[in-house]
């Protein structure tokens, strides 16, 4: 693939901390509109991978353009968000004493210039978003409760709420099902594909049922480089994946 | 925000402040008749100032040590614009208010480069020089300050120097100041700056700058002070370097605390009550700095939210036992 048909292009990426190299020669690409699935040990750089992406973590060394034209190196943050990158963080990270609804206000795509705030009133619009994207986490009933009263898999979902608010063309979701249900992982999985429809997405996920029921190209990370890539069956077989992640 | 966005968790408080807004209104435009209306202007004036410091206290997280400048300098600035210049008290106030503005851009600039203990030393920092500034520029007055501020005539038809006139005047722009900071604390703004306040990596994460937030929330928490500031120069007409020394700065942050951060009437309550125990204890022999500091300590032991934050506490936990 060349550069300017990717969503997201990683090109020999290395970060490391206190000589520590947590992401080694790392390198990646991401169709548009594409779903990946993202595997490996603990330890083996997958939340690294997405903070160098976000802007949280700069690389040592190594090429991150987003949409093929963006030097995500050079940006910060809240510009790499705004320009459509949006995360699901590992640990989910909600504002706690927040509504459910206020949660996802915050999050919509909006202008978030410092003006716009200070005048903008909720229009009818906006909370017609907000009111289908409860009904598709199925939080609408909880939209008034604080963020800290619900239980780890809601806010989780709550989480992936937010991602929907901002609308963003690249999603990163770091370990989305972890904590959940086994009738809530279905729903999730059921949720992200239908996301992944119009969105390119990253899923970083250890439930192998979970990325089996993605039915998307995998991708297995190890000490900070790619180890294996391919279809999960293909990835699942390969004689190295099997060693450090799989057959233990 | 419609009907459907009320929040239940939010209700009881809001309930309270209804009321509490109500009982206040009411007795704000009754005490001139019952008590020394300077002594409620002053009230007032100190409140106004414990809200606005609140607003960025209370709502953005940030602890800011050097306030008195914009309180005392707006105080300067006012008495300057009405005495010197003849302005008339309408300007002669948004004067303090612009000045203080300026003042608050120009030290938050630099504050909010840095986070907690950092950041209150810079703005302490700032409001001391600040401070010498007025104790070395020659239209202060130096250790004198400016005496004699004419209180002029509101809009050429009211009468200033008249108490009771005066005394609505300041509730007018009192109320004018809660109300803005009410609006700025319920605008979506608001809920940015309460998200930055909770969590400031996810809030630059969700791609809010928060600099710029920051930013903001500081300079009009300053011009809300200046606001503050003016008023009490034209209600004493006087203007000195008590307004600005850094002592100011912490008894505003003692009201804030001990009325409860976050909240509406905390820092009010806050004001009020600091400002009468200094006027119980002004003609007795117990120091007040004593006094005050030993009920500070005992609140910030007893009632670690304040006063009002405890009241409110204690109503949401009543609300949660209730079988719904
Ligand atoms: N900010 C940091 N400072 C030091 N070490 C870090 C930091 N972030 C990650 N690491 C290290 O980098 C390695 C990769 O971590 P991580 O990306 O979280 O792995 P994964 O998400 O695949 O489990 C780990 O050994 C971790 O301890
Ligand atoms: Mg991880």
Known sequence: MT?????????????????????????????????????????????TMMDIITGKTRPDIGDVYFDGVHDLTRLDE???????????????????????????????????GVFAALFDLRSAEAQGRIDDILEMVRLSARR????????????????????????PKLLLVDEPVAGMTDAETEETGRL??????????????????????????????HEGSVLSEGSLDFVSSDERVIEVYLGR | MAEATVQPSKTTANRIEIVLIGLGVAALLALPFFVYPIFVMKMMCFALFACAFN????????????????????????????????????????????????????????????????????????????????????FTGGEDGIQGVPRGTFLG????????TMYYFVAANFLLGLFIVWRIVNSPFGLILRSIRENESRAISLGYSVQNYKLAAFVMSAALAGLAGAIKALVFQFATLTDVAWQMS??????????????????????GFVVALQNMLATSDFPVTIATGLIFMVCVLIFRRGIVGEIYAWLERRRGEKPE
């Open chain 2, 55 to 138: 607003l960025l206290l209370g709502y953005t997280g940030l602890l800011s040590f050097g306030h008195a400048a914009f309180f005392g300098g707006a105080a300067y600035f006012t008495a300057h614009a009405v005495k010197v210049w003849g302005f008339p008290p309408e300007i002669g106030i948004l004067t303090g208010v612009a000045g203080a503005a300026l003042l608050g851009l120009v030290i938050g600039f630099f504050a909010i480069r840095r986070q907690g203990i950092y950041f209150a030393m810079i703005t302490l920092a700032l409001s001391q020089m600040f401070f010498f500034f007025c104790v070395q520029a020659s």
């Open chain 1, 144 to 167: 008034g409760e604080k963020a800290a009263n619900l239980s780890h898999g809601q806010k989780q979902w709550l989480e992936i709420g937010m991602l929907l608010a901002q609308d």
């Open chain 1, 192 to 221: 992200l594909k239908k996301i992944a429809q119009t969105h390119s997405v990253i899923v970083v996920e250890h439930d192998m049922h979970f990325v089996r029921e993605l039915d998307v190209k995998v991708t297995c990370l």
């Open chain 2, 157 to 164: 038809v009211f009468d200033l120097q008249n108490e009771h």
């Open chain 1, 78 to 112: 809240a510009d790499i968000a705004n320009l459509g990158v949006g995360r699901k963080f590992q640990k989910p990270t909600v504002f706690e004493m927040h509504t459910v609804e206020d949660n996802i206000a915050l999050s919509l795509k909006s202008p978030r």
């Open chain 1, 3 to 47: 550069k300017q048909h990717t969503i997201l292009y990683l090109d020999g990426v290395s970060v490391a901390f206190d000589g520590f190299k947590a992401i080694s020669n790392l390198s990646l690409t991401l169709g548009r509109n594409e779903m990946r699935a993202i595997i490996g040990p603990n330890g083996a750089g997958k939340t």
């Open chain 2, 250 to 271: 912490g008894e505003v942050i003692l009201m804030t605390l001990l009325g409860g951060i976050g909240t509406m009437a905390g820092p009010i309550f806050g004001a």
